[in-house]
């Protein structure tokens, strides 16, 4: 029923309660969206539902109807690209209160955290940043093909940041989940203050009127490096020095200075960490000493 039904007269909570067993309700309480969620398990697999909340939901940034076709966006979005750090969608189901995205369930946790729990080593926030530094850079290298591939597809990333970033600490896995803001083409800015993190927003997203592209892409790219490869109890950048020249370059204040679309940046990431790569293991011993 719940990969099968294509369309329900019931609300999201009594379909998703008919044909599966709901484990978790991610509501007013987790998040302030207006959007409301469920984990699910039925058959021993187990999925994630997202829905566009209630019509009546106080509080929220976004209409309800702007809620709603966010979330077709999104299934345009999984309708062009796919990509292993994309969590699949495999089936949504249209009722009155707006389509029910059906996705599988993925395990992880996110890696962003509220300003003041930033400097607590129990978080993911901390702990992702302190794990070796070559299990992050093989994390962002998957963030980087996902958002080359998506910029193939003509896609622009709007509200991206690391509480968009789901890990995996047993399978380092990576996934990049509620792209519902994503944007097919370049825009203007119509709104002064974009919605985002200001830790990964580019200064266009403040600015009515400018255009919102790759390149605006390219700095939040450039920003997760920096922000990712950054110790946060010491403030000090743990990657290669040449991937960090290239974060700079792509989150450069202005758009001309950063990399020309996300595909330049991916070729100049490789490079880098190619380049790192080669000069680690030419430090390594050929042999390990007995």
């Known amino acids: 029923m719940l990969l099968t039904s294509r369309e329900t007269s019931l609300t999201p909570l009594e379909f998703v309660s008919a044909a599966s067993r709901v484990c978790a309700i991610f509501d007013e309480r987790t998040q302030d969206s207006g959007n409301i969620s469920y984990g699910v398990e039925t058959d021993d697999t187990r999925y994630f539902v997202k829905t566009a909340g209630s019509p009546t939901a106080a509080g929220t940034f976004l209409s309800h109807q702007d809620r709603v076709d966010l979330l077709r966006n999104v299934v345009r979005l999984h309708e062009r690209v796919r990509h292993a750090a994309l969590v699949p969608l495999r089936n949504v189901v249209e009722s009155p209160y707006g389509p029910l995205l059906v996705f599988d369930w993925v395990t992880g946790e996110l890696l962003g955290a509220p300003a003041e729990s930033r400097s607590d080593p129990s978080t993911v926030y901390v702990r992702f940043r302190r794990l070796q530094v070559q299990r992050i850079l093989s994390a962002l290298d998957e963030v980087i093909d996902l958002h080359r ?52 927003m580019a ?79 030419a430090r390594e011993p050929l042999h390990r000493p007995r």
């Open 203 to 281: 200064p266009e997203e403040f600015e009515v009127g400018a255009e919102i592209n790759e390149r605006t892409t390219v700095h939040a790219l450039g920003r997760a490096v920096l922000e990712l490869l950054t110790d946060p109890l010491t403030a000090s950048f743990r990657g290669p020095t040449l991937v960090r020249e290239v974060a700079e370059r792509a989150s450069a204040r202005l758009p001309a200075a950063r990399h020309g679309s996300v595909a330049d940046f991916a070729i100049a990431w490789r490079q880098a960490r190619g380049i790192a790569l080669r000069h680690r293991q």
């Open 149 to 200: 591939e998506l910029a193939c597809c003509g896609y622009v990333a709007v509200d991206f940041y690391d509480g968009s970033l789901l890990y995996d600490f047993e399978t380092a896995r990576i996934h990049a989940i509620d792209l519902d803001s994503y944007h097919l083409g370049s825009f203007m800015n119509r709104m002064g203050r974009m919605f985002g993190s200001t830790r990964f």
